[in-house]
């Protein structure tokens, strides 16, 4: 079964690091990108960086300048998404995606989203 | 790169049809064909409904359909049933530095 999985929930207080992981599986092996967006609880969806899964290039939003960094794992295809030091603000969910290399493509296929709470 | 302008809700009965504006400007809906719309359910991940203005999935029903004129693109969800009851965001590309900008998103209540 084609999927991108997620860790459901990270609980961390505030100027912790995190990493969180979104590993890909079961659609094949042409060239694909992964992608994170961002949802605020009660808001709505941010996109927030893009990266090619063989990891030669990427993308960041202007709306997260050095909050956050994108990497993926060629070998197990698995993308990841790190903090430094995590804010309060910084609570939310998290989805991963997944979308063809052509330029303009949509996501096409969503994790479940990891749920990350930074609270004291 | 601000967000897309998207009614905060709309609302119709069973067997309706209700269309979504998804206001941008000539930096992305204006010149780009890719806009897509995505359905999410409450604590659900996004789901694709729409890609390149008005291309379906497959497996997509044919009572969601999309336009664009100028810089505003649409959802069209015709004969509402229940299930369509869920949140719906645009999403435009705005070029190689910002691929996707979303909407703010709509609330649909049948």
């Known amino acids: 079964e084609a999927q991108l999985v997620q860790p459901s929930v990270e609980v961390k207080k505030p100027g912790e690091s995190l990493r969180i992981s979104c590993r890909e599986s079961?659609?094949?092996?042409?060239?694909?990108?992964f992608g994170w967006v961002r949802q605020v609880p009660g808001r709505g969806l941010e996109w927030m960086a893009l990266?090619?899964?063989?990891?030669?290039?990427?993308r960041y939003s202007p709306s997260f300048p050095g909050r956050v960094t994108m990497s993926v794992d060629v070998s197990t295809r698995t993308a990841y998404l790190q903090w430094s030091s995590l804010e309060t603000s910084d609570t939310a969910v998290y989805f991963c995606?997944?979308?063809?290399?052509?330029?303009?493509?949509?996501?096409?296929?969503w994790g479940q989203g990891t749920l990350v709470s930074v609270s004291s | 790169q601000s967000a897309l302008t998207q009614p905060r809700s709309v609302s119709g009965s069973p067997g309706q049809s209700v269309t979504i504006p998804c206001t941008g400007t000539s930096r992305d809906v204006g010149t780009y064909k890719f806009v897509s719309w995505y359905q999410q359910h409450p604590g659900k991940a996004p789901k694709l409904i729409i890609y390149?203005?008005?291309t379906r999935p497959s497996g997509v029903s044919d009572r969601f359909s999309g336009s664009k004129s100028g810089n505003t693109a649409s959802l069209t969800i015709s004969g509402l049933q229940a299930e369509d009851e869920a949140d719906y965001y645009c999403c435009s590309y705005a070029g190689t530095q910002t691929p996707y900008v979303f909407g703010t998103g709509t609330t649909v209540t049948v």
């Open positions: 995606a997944r979308r063809p290399s052509v330029t303009g493509s949509p996501f096409g296929a």
């Open positions: 079961g659609y094949g092996l042409s060239p694909f990108w």
């Open positions: 390149d203005v008005n």
């Open positions: 990266m090619s899964a063989d990891s030669s290039d990427s």
